[in-house]
T-cell receptor, first 111, second 114 residues
Framework: GENVEQHPSTLSVQEGDSAVIKCTYS??????FPWYKQELGKGPQLIID?????GEKKDQRIAVTLNKTAKHFSLHITETQPEDSAVYFC??????????FGTGTSLTVIP | EPEVTQTPSHQVTQMGQEVILRCVPI?????FYWYRQILGQKVEFLVS????????KSEIFDDQFSVERPDGSNFTLKIRSTKLEDSAMYFC????????????FGSGTRLTVV
């Protein structure tokens, strides 16, 4: 099956700086890669996703890049704000009907 | 914005007891899922449900687990005889379309087995 690795597990940045979270996956058949943000006491919320036919996607301060050859994808948050503090999960979906999640990155934005 | 609703938010149960976790997916969604997250660990897939039947399940989803969509709106996860290791956050999710689309997750039910 698919195996998704995520790094780092914790990340602290100063407000206004950028944050980058990286994930790798093992199954070359995986073709959909969503990113979820989980705030304390809430369920994961989809913030951005990318499909395998695209190399990069941007939505305001958030961008995701995908390198299919290397089997890795990254989340980039620019101009970070305190409200970006949360746990972020990457996931990969292969030809099956389930997501394989990374272990999560706890992001702290220091005002 | 439409939400996936889960009840209860927290359930404490004695080991060996049956529990039913309830979910109301978004009304026009067709694909339903249960995931769980043991404290500090990955979000793990349990089961997917489409067209009134299980479409996929993981090794975790053994004979002690079952799912049901009894009335066209609720989607339930039953654990017949809970074990200590079933303690986790259980998330329900749904999506309108199949593969290649994101889920909407509920806020989760924290199950504590004592």
């Amino acid at each position: 099956g698919e195996n998704v690795e995520q790094h780092p597990s914790t990340l602290s940045v100063q407000e206004g700086d950028s944050a980058v979270i990286k994930c790798t996956y093992s199954d070359s058949a995986s073709n959909y890669f969503p990113w979820y943000k989980q705030e304390l006491g809430k369920g994961p919320q989809l913030i951005i996703d990318i499909r395998s036919n695209v190399g990069e996607k941007k939505d305001q301060r958030i961008a995701v890049t995908l390198n299919k050859t290397a089997k890795h994808f990254s989340l980039h948050i620019t101009e970070t704000q305190p409200e970006d503090s949360a746990v972020y999960f990457c996931a990969a979906e292969n030809t099956g009907n389930q997501f394989y999640f990374g272990t999560g990155t706890s992001l702290t934005v220091i005002p | 914005e439409p939400e996936v609703t889960q009840t209860p938010s927290h359930q404490v149960t004695q080991m060996g007891q049956e529990v039913i976790l309830r979910c109301v997916p978004i009304s026009n969604h067709l694909y339903f899922y249960w995931y769980r997250q043991i404290l500090g660990q990955k979000v793990e897939f349990l089961v997917s449900f489409y067209n009134n039947e299980i479409s996929e399940k993981s090794e975790i989803f053994d004979d002690q687990f079952s799912v049901e969509r009894p009335d066209g709106s609720n989607f339930t996860l039953k654990i017949r005889s809970t074990k200590l290791e079933d303690s986790a956050m259980y998330f329900c999710a749904s999506r309108r379309q199949g593969a290649g689309n994101g889920y909407t997750f509920g806020s989760g039910t924290r199950l504590t087995v004592v």
